[in-house]
């Protein structure tokens, strides 16, 4: 069965490439050119994976709002925001609302194709744990990849794919140093370190707001993180 993708873009021509670039790959397309048209499409049945530009028509903010929708409606869903703006507001905004990449419209077809091909491996991963149940445990960290669920101290911290993968690659081995290739390799990611460095934030920020002062994963300048397995 072809891989299920809904493309949000306002401008009609960018939407017709995309959608006719996606097909040519084999991928089943929906498109929309606007938030609401697609909120009222995508409340009956989601996709597999949603790609969403920023300003969509007369909301410059429509595709972060339907992005943070998707995240309350589907936690596990790959999201992929690509836009014209890259400033680095709109890319860390991106990332805090729940997006599992960000790209802007100046990237190559191979290059968007790698990173959605990414997402889907990821997303796949999901499934198959849920084949073989894995519940990794790290001091007061449990994460269960078989019901794709995080917590801390028996408290639950909600992650996206992204992030769940990134703290995976991170806690099977405490105390590893692991750089930014092998977190990309270990949790199946293309991204660039300013983008891993936002979902590291990101990630401390969910533990931290259960616990006040987590300080589990550090920051080893200039070579990556590592993971400390705490009491």
């Not at 990794?136 to 639950?156: K, T, V």
Request: charged share 30%; proline share 4%.
């Amino acid at each position: 069965m072809p891989r299920r993708i809904a493309i949000i873009e306002d401008d009609a021509a960018i939407r017709a490439n995309l959608r006719d670039a996606f097909v040519r790959h084999g991928f089943d397309v929906q498109v929309f050119g606007a938030r609401a048209e697609a909120q009222a499409a995508l409340g009956a049945r989601l996709p597999e994976l949603a790609i969403i530009d920023i300003g969509l028509g007369d909301e410059p903010e429509g595709g972060f709002e339907l992005c943070r929708w998707l995240r309350s409606q589907a936690p596990a869903l790959p999201i992929l925001l690509l836009s014209a703006r890259d400033s680095d507001i709109d890319i860390v905004s991106g990332l805090r609302l729940g997006a599992d990449d960000y790209l802007t419209k100046n990237v190559s077809l191979a290059h968007l194709m790698a990173r959605v091909n990414a997402l889907f491996r990821r997303a796949d991963l999901v499934g198959a744990a849920t084949a073989g149940p894995e519940v990794l445990e790290r001091g007061p960290l449990r994460l269960d990849a078989a019901r794709f669920e995080a917590s801390w101290r028996g408290r639950p911290v909600e992650l996206t794919v992204t992030e769940f993968w990134m703290l995976h690659a991170l806690a099977r081995h405490p105390g590893h140093v692991k750089d930014r290739d092998a977190l990309m390799r270990e949790a199946n990611m293309v991204v660039d370190d300013q983008t891993i460095t936002s979902y590291v934030k990101r990630i401390r920020r969910k533990f931290e707001a259960v616990q006040p002062g987590f300080d589990a994963i550090e920051t080893v300048y200039g070579l990556g993180y590592r993971f400390h397995e705490r009491t």
